[in-house]
């Protein structure tokens, strides 16, 4: 390892283990324990590397935000650490002619908003099942709006019972739960707490979507409050720094 490499690794691991006594304590206040909280990594417009040194720090689960940036990037840390059994996640907003890529490197997508977008997946998943480019279902979460802003995406809450069952009933694709990302300017612990009670309705037809992922690295604390399984957190741990592309 280069002394950069060096540097990096110490800058990261220090960052890792800050975050990690943040996730501790949240889950200690809300009377849960730290196996109930799953960290994602976002390197979105970080380097390879910098998932690979992750990787030796015993993180198991990336997300990125570009599909055209997220398939060189996992081919890239294959080739770094051939041994490291990464998770990649798809967090940002996907766009339906994305698909057939996406199913390529994606082990999850947690941006699923639409039924055409449903549609698209499961097409994609299927061809590439039979073409050999993939092995299993993919894994989806329902990204909710709770701001009922088009542009940051997300199911309304209203049609969430709708997509849940179109989703249901498509082949390849397994619901795992809901993502959503708090409202600007507002506050996240009541969004949060809405979060929750979506979580606990769509439980009642669908008992395999357990999965919550919220909170970020300015608001995770108020989302492991309000029952999050999942925390995406990118500038707390990687820093407000990164490049253009990998």
């Known amino acids: 390892m280069s002394v950069d490499s060096d540097t990096r690794k110490a800058e ?30 976002v390197t979105k417009t970080f380097p390879a590397l910098d998932a690979a040194l992750l990787a030796d720090l015993g993180v198991t689960d ?5 599909d055209q940036d997220a398939g060189p990037k ?8 051939p ?12 766009q339906r002619n994305k698909a057939r890529s996406v ?9 699923v908003d639409s039924e055409r977008l449903v549609d698209a997946l499961a097409k994609a998943v299927h061809v590439a099942r039979d073409t050999g480019d993939r092995e ?10 709770l701001d009922d802003d088009p542009a940051r995406g997300g199911c309304p809450l209203a049609g969430l019972d709708r997509l849940a069952g179109h989703l249901a009933r498509v082949g390849d694709l397994r619901l795992r739960g809901l ?27 669908h ?8 909170g970020m690295s300015h608001d995770l604390e108020q989302a492991i409050a309000h029952g999050s399984t999942c925390v995406r957190v990118g500038t707390a741990l990687l820093g407000g720094r990164g490049l253009a592309s990998p």
């Open 12 to 41: 990261l691991a220090k960052s890792l283990a800050a975050l990690e006594e943040r996730i501790d304590a949240a889950c200690t206040a809300a009377g849960r324990t730290r196996d109930e909280v799953r960290l994602i990594a």
């Open 62 to 66: 990336v997300g990125e935000n570009r």
């Open 74 to 81: 996992r081919a890239e840390v294959a080739e770094l650490r």
């Open 83 to 94: 041994e490291a059994a990464l998770r990649w996640h798809m967090v940002g907003r996907l």
């Open 103 to 111: 199913v390529r490197w994606a082990d999850e997508v947690q941006s």
């Open 136 to 145: 299993h279902p993919l894994d989806v979460l329902i990204q909710v709006s």
């Open 179 to 205: 993502m959503a990302v708090a409202p600007l300017g507002a506050d996240p612990a009541e969004a949060f707490a809405r979060l929750a009670r979506a979580g606990e309705r769509l439980r009642e037809d």
């Open 207 to 214: 008992p395999n979507a357990a999965e919550v992922s919220a």
